[in-house]
């Protein structure tokens, strides 16, 4: 089975901090997919990113960047110099292919305030 | 438009009434997904698509039904709602099923059930 691990409720911080939310997942397959996805206030899920269990280079999109680490299961997002547009719900998810169709299993999700 | 719509966007009703959420997709693609989104659980698949008329159970199917005669259409039916089933309701579509592909979700449905 699989599992994803957001082990951060909430977070606040003040605009232009840096801040990092932590996913932590569980899968015995080895060919899987980790995504992020925003959900602002308005209740839409944006899709962030794409990263495949073969790749483990880091990637960075602007004040985005996000950090795999196969080794310890991880794939972290950090936003940098955070703006009030960030405030969100974020969540990790981890996509596996069943056979019949691919599930994605989400996270709980982390909560980003950002103030000014 | 084009993309991923969903009516009702808010819905009271009351236990034991059947309730039909509804779903289009403009892109069609092959696969559609129900998730409901409840504090504490994120989101958790209900039920899915692979294509008209081949649909399949998901993390969590009990007391709901589903059907998919046509591609673009993916509804969701509460055949007797039970207050355990506020919530959430996102419905979601992906061009291929294989896991490297996001899935692209709708706006959401706001269920309430009193």
């Known amino acids: 089975a699989q599992k994803v691990t957001q082990a951060q409720t909430e977070i606040s911080v003040v605009e232009k901090e840096d801040v990092t939310l932590d996913c932590v997942y569980e899968t015995r397959d080895t060919t899987y997919y980790l995504f992020w996805y925003k959900q602002p206030p308005s209740g839409e899920l944006v899709f962030l990113i794409r990263?495949?269990?073969?790749?483990?280079q880091n990637e960075i999109s602007g004040r985005y960047s996000w950090n795999f680490q196969k080794s310890t299961s991880s794939f972290n997002f950090t936003i940098t110099a955070s703006q009030v547009v960030d405030s969100a719900v974020y969540f990790c998810?981890?996509?596996?292919?069943?056979?019949?169709?691919?599930?994605?299993?989400f996270g709980t999700g982390t909560r980003l305030q950002v103030t000014l | 438009d084009a993309g991923i719509t969903q009516s009702p966007r808010y819905k009271i009703t009351e236990t034991g009434r059947q309730v039909t959420l509804m779903c289009h997709q403009t892109?069609?693609?092959?696969?559609m997904f129900w998730y409901r989104q409840d504090l504490g659980h994120g989101l958790r698949l209900i039920y899915y698509s692979a294509a008209a008329d081949i649909t399949d159970k998901g993390e969590v199917p009990d007391g709901y039904v589903v059907s998919r005669s046509k591609t673009e259409n993916f509804p969701l039916t509460l055949e007797s709602a039970t207050r355990s089933q506020t919530s959430v309701y996102f419905c979601?579509?992906?061009?291929?099923?294989?896991?490297?592909?996001?899935?692209?979700f709708g706006p959401g449905t706001r269920l309430t059930v009193t």
């Open positions: 892109w069609s693609h092959s696969y």
């Open positions: 990263r495949n269990s073969f790749d483990e």
């Open positions: 979601a579509s992906s061009e291929y099923g294989t896991s490297q592909y996001e899935q692209y």
């Open positions: 998810a981890l996509s596996v292919w069943t056979g019949t169709a691919s599930k994605l299993t």
